[in-house]
C-alpha cells in the first residue's frame, strides 16, 4: 500500500517566479487536504478537496495560490508571483470519507531566495 | 488565535521510563484528536486518536488520556525507546456537522528518548 506521495521534495525558486506542487494521495481515498507548515509551528490548513470538489479554503490562502483536483486523484498546488513568506514547508494528507486518520506526505520544501 | 496549544517545546526522559505528553484546546466544538510523530525530513505520521465520547484510548505502548471538562488531552509513552525520539504533535478536529475534518494542530513537543 503506497502512501501519499509529493513531488517535489525540495523546490528553490527566486521572489515573484510561480511554483506547482503535485500531491498523489492514496488510491482509495476520496479527501485529500493541503497544509502549510513553518519553522517550529504545527501544520496549518490551507484547503481540502472531496472527489474533484474544493469543500473549503482557509483565509491563509490568498489569491496567489489556487489548488486543483481535477479527475479526483492528483492535486496540484499553485502559487503565483511568490513572496518570501511563502517559504515554508507544504504538507499534503489524504483520508478515506470517514475524514480521519489524515495520512501525510512527505511535504515539499519551499524556498524563495 | 492558538486553539491547540502544546505548551511544553521539548521533554527529556529516560530509556524504559513513561513519556507523557500534554495538549490543551479551546474549542468545545472539537470532537475528535489526534496525535502524530514527526521525524526529521518526513511528513507527520498518525499514531493513535480518540473521540470525545471516550476518555482513554490504547494502543500498545501509547494510551491518549481525554478530559473533556478541563479541555486537556495528554499522550502516554511506556515504556519510552530511542526511536520514540521525534516530534510529537496533537491536533483537533470537528468531525460532525460537514467541517471536513480539518485539523488543527499544536506546535509540537519534542522528545528525546536517552538511553
Known amino acids: 500500500d503506497t502512501g501519499v506521495s509529493q513531488d517535489p521534495r525540495h523546490k528553490i525558486t527566486k521572489r515573484g517566479q510561480n511554483v506547482t506542487f503535485r500531491c498523489d494521495p492514496i488510491?482509495?481515498?476520496?479527501?485529500l487536504y493541503w497544509y502549510r507548515q513553518t519553522l517550529g509551528q504545527g501544520p496549518e490548513f490551507l484547503t481540502y478537496f472531496q472527489n474533484e470538489a474544493q469543500l473549503e479554503k482557509s483565509r491563509l490562502l490568498s489569491d496567489r495560490f489556487s489548488a486543483e483536483r481535477p479527475k479526483g486523484s492528483f492535486s496540484t498546488l499553485e502559487i503565483q508571483r511568490t513572496e518570501q513568506g511563502d517559504s515554508a514547508m507544504y504538507l499534503c494528507a489524504s483520508s478515506s470519507v470517514g475524514g480521519q486518520p489524515q495520512h501525510f506526505g512527505d511535504g515539499t520544501r519551499l524556498s524563495i531566495l | 488565535d492558538q486553539q491547540v496549544k502544546q505548551n511544553s517545546p521539548s521533554l527529556s526522559v529516560q530509556e524504559g521510563r513513561i513519556s507523557i505528553l500534554n495538549c490543551d484546546y479551546t474549542?468545545?466544538?472539537?470532537?475528535?484528536f489526534l496525535w502524530y510523530k514527526k521525524y526529521p525530513a518526513e511528513g507527520p505520521t498518525f499514531l493513535i486518536s480518540?473521540?470525545?465520547?471516550?476518555d482513554k484510548n490504547e494502543d500498545g505502548r501509547f494510551t491518549v488520556f481525554l478530559n473533556k471538562s478541563a479541555k486537556h488531552l495528554s499522550l502516554h509513552i511506556v515504556p519510552s525507546q530511542p526511536g520514540d525520539s521525534a516530534v510529537y504533535f496533537c491536533?483537533?478536529?470537528?468531525?460532525?456537522?460537514?467541517?471536513?475534518?480539518?485539523?488543527?494542530f499544536g506546535a509540537g513537543t519534542i522528545l528525546r528518548v536517552k538511553s
Open positions: 488510491s482509495e481515498h476520496n479527501r
Open positions: 491536533a483537533a478536529s470537528v468531525d460532525t456537522g460537514g467541517y471536513g475534518n480539518k485539523l488543527v
Open positions: 480518540i473521540s470525545s465520547i471516550k
Open positions: 474549542n468545545s466544538m472539537f470532537d475528535y
